[in-house]
Nanobody, 113 residues
Framework: VQLQASGGGLVQPGGSLRLSCVAS????????MGWYRQAPGKQRELVATINSGGSTNYADSVKGRFTISRDNAKNTVYLQMNSLKPEDTAVYYC????????WGQGTEVTVSS
């Protein structure tokens, strides 16, 4: 399984970005997919997850601003990020699975004026 994340960049506070993560292999539709982030000097943390049935879970810090979704036909998971704040600055990683896990390479998000 390989995961390819994209969509990061520089955005002003209050702006929006949409991250995408494309997975190879046939296990995508059955897998729990997640977005995590790691800010400089901090540990990697959960942002959001979505299971095979579409149920979602969010970190308190992003609830109401971020939306995770998936398109099983495209083997892709998305993270729509609105009302971005400077504290959202981090490298964002997608993850497939919960017991045996696979990580994407990360995409950098910088929120700054």
């Amino acid at each position: 399984v390989q995961l390819q994340a994209s969509g990061g960049g520089l955005v002003q506070p209050g702006g929006s970005l949409r991250l995408s993560c494309v997975a190879s292999g046939s296990s995508f539709s059955r897998a729990v997919m997640g977005w995590y982030r790691q800010a400089p000097g901090k540990q990697r943390e959960l942002v959001a997850t979505i299971n095979s049935g579409g149920s979602t879970n969010y970190a308190d810090s992003v609830k109401g601003r971020f939306t995770i979704s998936r398109d099983n036909a495209k083997n892709t998971v998305y993270l729509q990020m609105n009302s971005l704040k400077p504290e959202d600055t981090a490298v964002y990683y997608c993850r497939l699975g919960t017991i045996y896990v696979y990580w994407g390479q990360g995409t950098e998000v910088t929120v700054s004026s």
